[in-house]
Each structure stands twice: as structure tokens, then as C-alpha cells.
């Protein structure tokens, strides 16, 4: 047994009572506590890492009930996300420090983000799908929390409602995926006794020696409602189209557990779990990729557009991040017809995307606390020369958003990009499936509109406020995270090959094709960067100087439904939850009402029968006697009636 | 002997027996009604064992001297315990076991 891996996330679980109840009487304990834990598990990941490269996958698991096993499954995927996750979070953790000095609630934040970050670890591990789905719901509650840490902020509180609220939505659709899994896949003969059908390595391991059997043991049909329904999950967790409603509020909380949401945990669960349950998307039909790539391709464009018209600036980041997503998730889709190796393209950009979203988000904190919590962009503005090193940071997260060349999104995201167009190029050439291409093209001329909107509109020109008048760098030592991830957003991209050919194994069992990165032909290969350099060029024209002010587009319908978000919350609450939910929970809760009601009265009723009957009770034992020779008489009636005498 | 005599002395004996605790709240008067009813029965067992020629009712009679002593002894000992709380031994004090 590898105690090592084990230890990676128990470690933040511990740290979570730790940080709570020391942090109580030392409140800088605390983060100092809740960081050395995470640190510890960034060591211990490193070392399961190399463990794995020497011995391969470290699959130990224990008997918990029934034929479900609780265990940890380390290939080399969870290794990516292992390293990432507790990089990514200690680097928060460390940030956090900083930013949450004056929280009075200091300890309750370190404590929730060990927890949050342990449920992401335990997630990640997990070799079956049941604790998969327990670590999910942990990092759901982590967010709920955090979310609402000010919940004394009304709209934090709403805020976190409506996160745990949508997520669930998705969360219940993979949970009757699991069942739809389970029955369809316990009967079979596949299995050997005692052996889960919800255990990742079983699923994998079936589909890589026998998949025509897994498919006739589960049904074509049940395979792709299956993946659909994990699919809803996914959109619950990682924000996709109809349930990405919940991100832009989930800006309320502390600008370090947005970043910790956004970059290391929650929103790439969903990614990471159709990565890990990729072999279940490989054999079902083909309807459930290409629903995966053209939903994470819609929303990469969708979310784009919602992202220009924003003015929170923590919320033009949500939105990017959404967007980013849905290029992870429409790579992993683009698998359908370019092999695992979208998965790899997929992965590769999550990894990137944590580096670079965890330092915008951390850098809009520092500036958010320099500028005393304003979050309006359109009241900063010259802070390039107020505060340069926060700002370059950021600035060096500007362009890896936009995926200009020499940063690490640059590879990924054209690699993605040049995917789809592959994946155009090798199907029967049917519109549907130029859809992504042409989706993730103009995603990626948005993400360099918004990201230098925002950018420009914080950095450059005069300060628009009193505030930004008088805004200062954060002191240099509090920014050591951020420079780490900064180095990591430029330098990232040189691994790219390395990295598709480090997780290329995982799926090696599916698909024999060689690791391919490719390449579109042509001009079609510098699409997406000539629209990125055109939209800067755009962006700056406006935003770099005062030109937007004269601009009045508040008028134009389009702007006015994006700015509504074309209407989704709107359909959310007030259609469904008002009109709909609502009703039919209140005549559920009705029919639930009258049902307790005759519950209620059979036991009032059983009460006073009781009652009645205590009374035969007197006392008097010539009562008893009576009774008893009233009784005889009786029973000698019938015995001489019945003719026994 | 004949068994519809011995029976009929038996009957009467039983009535005598339920007149004495039904009529009655002593204690050790309503004991003693018992133990009449107890004879009544046995002497019941008695005359058939006689009248079948078989030995089996009158085991059965064993058990039930044997039983109707021990029940004496409990009956007397809780009459005694009752005496020495409340001086008397009439039943309708124990009232108290009702609802």
C-alpha cells in the first residue's frame, strides 16, 4: 500500500478541523496551517508521481458495502491533475494569506478552503464513481460556503444559494446516470462477483479488453443516455450552457476562492470526469460526443459574447472562464473523430488555464484590495503606472487568455482550434460538424476582445476615480505566488508535446493511433491568431483611450440581451423555478400535507382506543372474576351448543 | 361410586368455591374460596380417573396439589407484605395498580 497517495488528500481533510479550532484562539495560525498541509500534499503528489512512473498505476482499494469498493486510482491523468490542483492551491493558500489579513474570520476560510481543496484531491483520486460522486458534493458544499463567506453581503448570500442550487441540478443528472449505469451493468456477466460496475479501473479495464462485449452487456441506447446524463453533471459543475448561470454571481465571495474555484477545483471536476470516464464516451454512439463538442463549443462562444459586456471585473474573468471551459470541453468532444488525443488537447488546456486564471484572479484581488473592493472597470483605469507589478502580472494573463504566441494557452488553445478544424477535415463533411470550428474561431477573437477590454480599461488612460488615484502595489512578498504562476503561464507551452505523450497511455487501450498534435493547413492555421491580434487592434482603439466613453451602444437590442444575459436568469426564475418548480412542489407538498395528516390521526386515534381499553383495568379483582366466570360461562355456552358436551 | 354424584358434590363444592370469592374482599378469605375450587376440580380429576380406571388424571391431580401449595405460599406471603403496610388485608386497597 502507497500511503503516500492516500495521505494527498487526507492531509487537507485534516487540516480542515486543524485551521478551525486552532484558528480559533491564534486566527494567523491558520493560513500557516492550512498551507503547510497543502504543501505537504504538493510534496506527496510529487512523490506519488514518480512512485507511478516507476511502478505504474497505483490502484488500492478497501470493501465498503455491497460490491462498491472505496479506493484510490492513480494513473498518469490523476497524476496531471494532482500536481495541478495542489500547485494551484498552495499557491492560492499562500496569496490568501495575504489577502484574507483582516478577515475576522480568517480561520473559518482556511479551514473551507483545506476542505475544498481536499474534496477536489479525493475527487480526483477516487477509483469509483460513488465517492467520485461524494468528493463532488463536498466540493459543492466547499463552494456553497465560500461563496457565502460574507454572507452578511445579501447578494453573497444569494449568491451561494443559487451555485448550490444550479450545480445540483446538473448533480442529480449524474446521479440517475450512475444508476442507469449501475442496473444496466450489475446483471452482467462481464463482471466477476464481488467486482463494482461504478469502479473507474473496472469500467476501463472492460471497455480496453472486451469493449463489443461492454456495449451489448449495457445497450447502444443506455450507453449514450449514460453519458448524457454525465454530461448534464458536467454542465452543472464546470458551467456549460444552460447551467453556467451560477459563475458570474459566484463572484461575491473573497476574490482567492473564485480563484480557487475557477483554476483548481469545482469548475474542472466536470472537465476531469469526462476525461476519466472517457472510454465510457469512446464506445457510446456517436451523438454523445459530438453533443459534448458542440455544447463546450457553443458555450466557449456564447459566454465570449456575456464577457464584453460585463464592467465587474471579476465577473469578465467568470465569464472567461466559462468560455475556457467549454474550449476543454469541446476538445474532449473533438475526440469523437481525432482520437483520445482531444482529451490530451483538452487536458493540456485545463492545466494551462488553472496557471493563468488562479493569476488573474489573484491579481484582480491585490487590485481589488488596493482599490478598497471596487470592482467596476470603468472606474479604474491608469493603474499601470499606480501599481506596475500587479498589473504586469496581470498583464501577462492578458495574453495567455488571448493565447497570444509565445504563452502556454497559445499552444493549447490553437491546438484546439486546429482540432476542430481536423475534425471537420475527417468527418463526412456535414455542417454539424464545422460548428465547433467555427465556435471556438470566434470564441477566441471574443477572449482577446473582453480579456483587453477589461485589460485596457484597468490599465491604461487617467484614473477614472479617487480610488485609483491612490492605489498601491501590494507588498512584493505577497505577489512570490503570483510570480510562480506567471512564469508558469509563459513557459508552460514548451511541455506540450511532452505532456500529450505523458497522458497519451491513459487511453493508449482505446485507440492505437499515434500521438498526433495537429496542424491546420494554411491560413486556417493562423485564423485564430490574426482574429486575436484583430480584436486587440479593436479593443485598443476603443478602450486604450477615451473613445468608448463617447460611445452610447446601450440602445442597441443586442446589447441589451447580453447585458440581460439574454434572458437566462430570467427563464430560470421566474419561468421554471417561479412558475413551474414551484407550483408542483406546493400541490407535491399538499398531497405530502393530507398523507401526514392520516398518519397524524391513525396515531390519535390508536391513543384514545388505548385509553378506552386502559379503563377495563379497575383494580378490583372481583371485576377480574367476574369477568373470568362470565368468560367460562361463555366458552361452556358454545362447547354445549357446538354439541361437545 | 357413581361419576354423576361425585360430579354433582364436585359442582356444588365449585359454586361454593366462586360464591365465597366473588361475595368476598379478605384476602385470606378469597385464598381459601381458591383453594376450594382447586379441591372442587380435583376431586373432579378423582372420580374419572376411577370411573376410566387410568392413572393419568390423577397425576395430573399430583401437579395441581403441588401447584395449589406453592400458590398458597406466594398468595400468603403477599397477603402478609400488604398486612404489614396497611394493617389490613382487604383487597380493594390495592387499587393503586390500576390505570
Known amino acids: ?645 | 361410586m357413581d361419576l354423576f354424584l361425585v360430579s354433582s358434590i364436585s359442582m356444588i363444592i365449585f359454586a361454593i368455591g366462586l360464591y365465597g370469592i366473588m361475595t368476598s374482599n379478605i384476602g385470606i378469605k378469597m385464598l381459601i374460596s381458591i383453594e376450594i375450587l382447586i379441591n372442587a376440580a380435583m376431586l373432579n380429576l378423582v372420580a374419572v380417573a376411577i370411573d376410566f380406571s387410568s392413572v393419568d388424571p390423577l397425576i395430573l391431580a399430583l401437579f395441581v396439589i403441588a401447584i395449589a401449595a406453592a400458590e398458597s405460599v406466594i398468595g400468603i406471603s403477599l397477603l402478609t407484605a400488604i398486612y404489614r403496610k396497611y394493617g389490613k388485608v382487604s383487597l380493594s386497597l390495592l387499587r393503586e395498580i390500576r390505570w
Not at chain 1, 460490491?67 to 492560492?92: E, H, K, R
Not at chain 1, 496569496?95 to 473559518?108: A, E, L
Request: glycine fraction near 8%; include cysteine; proline fraction near 4%.
Open chain 1, 1 to 645: 500500500m502507497y500511503i503516500f497517495a492516500w495521505l494527498i488528500f487526507i492531509l487537507p481533510l485534516i487540516s480542515f478541523p486543524l485551521a478551525l479550532f486552532i484558528g480559533r484562539y491564534r486566527r494567523n495560525l491558520a493560513g500557516i496551517i492550512a498551507s503547510t498541509m497543502i504543501g505537504l500534499s504538493l510534496l506527496f503528489s510529487v512523490l506519488t508521481y514518480f512512485e507511478v512512473q516507476k511502478s505504474g498505476i497505483i490502484y488500492e482499494s478497501f470493501h465498503w458495502f455491497s460490491n462498491i469498493n472505496f479506493g484510490i486510482y492513480v494513473d498518469n491523468l490523476t497524476l496531471i491533475m494532482l500536481l495541478m490542483v495542489s500547485f494551484v492551491s498552495l499557491m492560492i493558500q499562500l496569496f490568501s494569506i495575504y489577502y484574507m489579513k483582516d478577515d475576522p474570520n480568517r480561520h473559518v476560510y482556511f479551514a473551507e478552503t483545506s476542505l475544498f481543496t481536499a474534496g477536489m484531491l479525493g475527487l480526483v483520486e477516487s477509483s469509483n464513481l460513488v465517492f467520485f460522486f461524494l468528493f463532488w458534493e463536498l466540493v459543492g458544499l466547499c463552494s456553497y460556503l465560500l461563496i457565502g463567506f460574507w454572507f452578511f453581503k445579501p447578494n453573497a448570500a444569494s449568491a451561494a444559494k443559487k451555485a448550490f442550487i444550479v450545480t445540483r441540478v446538473g448533480d442529480l443528472l449524474f446521479l440517475i446516470g450512475m444508476a442507469v449505469l449501475y442496473t444496466s451493468l450489475s446483471g452482467s456477466s462481464l463482471l466477476s462477483p464481488g467486482q463494482s460496475p461504478l469502479s473507474i479501473p473496472t469500467i476501463i479495464n472492460l471497455i480496453s479488453t472486451n469493449s463489443a462485449g461492454f456495449v451489448h452487456a449495457i445497450g447502444s441506447t443506455n450507453l449514450g443516455i449514460i453519458t448524457l446524463l454525465f454530461l448534464g453533471g458536467v454542465a452543472g459543475k464546470s458551467s456549460q450552457f444552460p447551467l453556467h448561470v451560477w459563475i458570474p454571481d459566484a463572484m461575491e465571495g473573497p476574490a482567492t476562492v473564485s480563484a480557487l474555484i475557477h483554476a483548481a477545483t469545482m469548475v474542472t471536476a466536470g472537465i476531469y470526469l469526462v476525461a476519466r470516464v472517457f472510454p465510457l464516451y469512446e464506445v457510446a454512439p456517436s451523438y454523445s460526443l459530438i453533443t459534448v463538442a458542440v455544447l463546450g463549443a457553443f458555450t466557449a462562444l456564447f459566454a465570449g459574447i456575456l464577457g464584453i459586456v460585463m464592467n465587474d471585473i471579476k465577473r469578465i474573468l467568470a465569464y472567461s472562464t466559462i468560455s475556457q471551459l467549454g474550449y476543454m470541453l469541446a476538445a474532449i468532444g473533438l475526440s469523437g473523430i481525432i482520437g483520445s488525443i482531444g482529451v490530451s488537447l483538452g487536458m493540456y488546456h485545463l492545466i494551462v488555464h488553472a496557471m493563468f486564471k488562479a493569476l488573474l484572479f489573484m491579481s484582480a484581488g491585490a487590485i481589488m484590495i488596493a482599490l478598497m473592493d471596487l470592482r467596476n472597470v470603468k472606474e479604474m483605469g491608469g493603474l499601470w503606472r499606480k501599481m506596475p507589478v500587479t498589473v504586469s502580472l496581470m498583464f501577462i494573463g492578458a495574453i495567455t487568455l488571448a493565447a497570444l504566441p509565445p504563452t502556454a494557452a497559445f499552444f493549447s488553445k490553437d491546438a484546439i482550434i486546429a482540432g476542430a478544424w481536423e475534425y471537420f477535415s475527417l468527418s463526412n463533411g456535414s455542417i454539424v460538424y464545422l460548428l465547433p470550428w467555427i465556435f471556438l474561431t470566434i470564441g477566441a477573437f471574443l477572449t482577446a476582445i473582453y480579456t483587453f477590454r477589461m485589460f485596457f480599461l484597468v490599465a491604461l488612460g487617467k484614473p477614472r476615480s479617487h480610488l485609483a488615484e491612490h492605489a498601491h502595489d501590494a507588498p512584493l512578498i505577497a505577489l512570490i505566488p503570483l510570480f510562480f504562476l506567471a512564469a508558469l503561464s509563459l513557459i508552460l507551452g514548451v511541455f506540450q508535446g511532452g505532456f500529450y505523450n505523458f497522458l497519451y497511455p491513459v487511453y493508449k487501450a482505446i485507440d492505437p493511433s499515434s500521438v498526433l498534435i495537429y496542424s491546420a493547413p494554411g491560413i486556417i492555421q493562423y485564423i485564430p491568431l490574426i482574429l486575436a491580434l484583430f480584436g486587440i487592434l479593436i479593443t485598443y482603439i476603443i478602450y486604450g483611450t477615451e473613445r468608448w466613453k463617447h460611445m452610447d451602444v446601450s440602445k442597441r437590442w443586442f446589447y441589451k440581451a447580453a447585458k440581460e444575459k439574454f434572458y437566462l436568469d430570467y427563464l430560470f426564475t421566474r419561468l421554471i423555478a417561479e412558475r413551474t418548480i414551484i407550483p408542483i412542489s406546493g400541490s407535491i407538498a399538499d398531497v405530502e400535507h393530507s398523507y401526514n395528516r392520516g398518519v397524524e390521526k391513525f396515531g390519535t386515534d390508536s391513543l384514545g382506543f388505548g385509553s378506552f381499553l386502559r379503563k377495563m383495568q379497575t383494580g378490583l379483582v372481583e371485576n377480574y372474576f367476574l369477568v373470568i366466570v362470565l368468560g367460562m360461562t361463555l366458552v361452556f355456552i358454545f362447547l354445549i351448543i357446538g354439541g361437545a358436551l
